[in-house]
């Protein structure tokens, strides 16, 4: 059984340019996260996707986009990158279908803004 | 709106203390309690999670605790080895399988 991956694990941008991150599920689940970890802070939750429908948002600007595909690996896309942006990416899968309810985490994408 | 906070922010003891985290939440009506470890520019470790039904699960050397009438759970660790240095992390979910509103976490130390 592999565990959730993402990639890349360290990115600079600057100011006003796109990202895009990734995030490969843990085999079999049908859920992923997304939360955003500044420096000091805890996870602050961003969207989640189930199967291939977001399926809740947190208190994020739409400049913060998403995708899941049918092999449940899923994207986090962000627009017009602001300093702020600057935190630890994290995805989590789980398979609350099946009463899995406990969420794996990813290593987390780092991304720098200047 | 729910919120989460941990106590203390930050703790140091000698290898081989018992210690206490403490994690409170605002609003009791909770689907569960999960407990994180969080190494120095990692991601999550899942430690624990206890259902709203329960009120204490136990695995190795942690036993967390909850108390949803008052708002609170406890992560007790014993015998502390200084591998278990790292930042707790307390999260609720609100409903079964949603969003995990994370308190801003416990820093531990453990010297040799």
């Given at each position: 059984e592999t565990g959730v991956t993402q990639s890349p694990t360290h990115l600079i941008k600057t100011r006003g340019q796109q990202v895009t991150l990734r995030c490969s599920s843990q085999s079999g689940h049908n859920t992923v996260s997304w939360y955003q970890q500044a420096l000091g802070q805890g996870p602050q939750f961003i969207f989640q996707y189930y199967r291939e429908e977001e399926n809740g948002r947190g208190n994020?600007?739409?400049?913060f986009s998403g995708l899941q595909f049918p092999n449940y690996s899923s994207e986090l896309n962000v627009n017009a990158?602001?300093?702020?942006?600057?935190a630890l990416y994290l995805c989590a899968s789980s398979q609350p279908s099946s009463g899995g309810e406990t969420q794996y985490f990813g290593p987390g994408t780092r991304l720098l803004v200047l | 709106k729910q919120e989460v906070t941990q106590i203390p922010a930050a703790l140091s003891v000698p290898e081989g203390e018992n210690l206490v985290l403490n994690c409170s939440f605002?609003?009791?009506?909770?689907y569960n309690l999960q407990w994180f470890r969080q190494d120095p520019g990692k991601g999550l470790t899942s430690l624990l999670l206890i259902q709203s039904s329960q009120r204490e699960q136990t695995s190795g050397r942690l036993n967390a605790s909850l108390d949803k009438s008052s708002g609170r759970s406890t992560l007790y660790i014993a015998a502390?080895?200084?591998?278990?240095?790292a930042t707790y992390l307390c999260a609720v979910a609100n409903q079964a399988g949603t969003a995990l509103i994370f308190g801003k976490g416990t820093t531990l130390s453990v010297s040799s």
């Amino acid at each position: 059984e592999t565990g959730v991956t993402q990639s890349p694990t360290h990115l600079i941008k600057t100011r006003g340019q796109q990202v895009t991150l990734r995030c490969s599920s843990q085999s079999g689940h049908n859920t992923v996260s997304w939360y955003q970890q500044a420096l000091g802070q805890g996870p602050q939750f961003i969207f989640q996707y189930y199967r291939e429908e977001e399926n809740g948002r947190g208190n994020f600007p739409p400049r913060f986009s998403g995708l899941q595909f049918p092999n449940y690996s899923s994207e986090l896309n962000v627009n017009a990158l602001e300093l702020d942006d600057s935190a630890l990416y994290l995805c989590a899968s789980s398979q609350p279908s099946s009463g899995g309810e406990t969420q794996y985490f990813g290593p987390g994408t780092r991304l720098l803004v200047l | 709106k729910q919120e989460v906070t941990q106590i203390p922010a930050a703790l140091s003891v000698p290898e081989g203390e018992n210690l206490v985290l403490n994690c409170s939440f605002t609003d009791s009506a909770i689907y569960n309690l999960q407990w994180f470890r969080q190494d120095p520019g990692k991601g999550l470790t899942s430690l624990l999670l206890i259902q709203s039904s329960q009120r204490e699960q136990t695995s190795g050397r942690l036993n967390a605790s909850l108390d949803k009438s008052s708002g609170r759970s406890t992560l007790y660790i014993a015998a502390s080895q200084p591998g278990d240095s790292a930042t707790y992390l307390c999260a609720v979910a609100n409903q079964a399988g949603t969003a995990l509103i994370f308190g801003k976490g416990t820093t531990l130390s453990v010297s040799s």
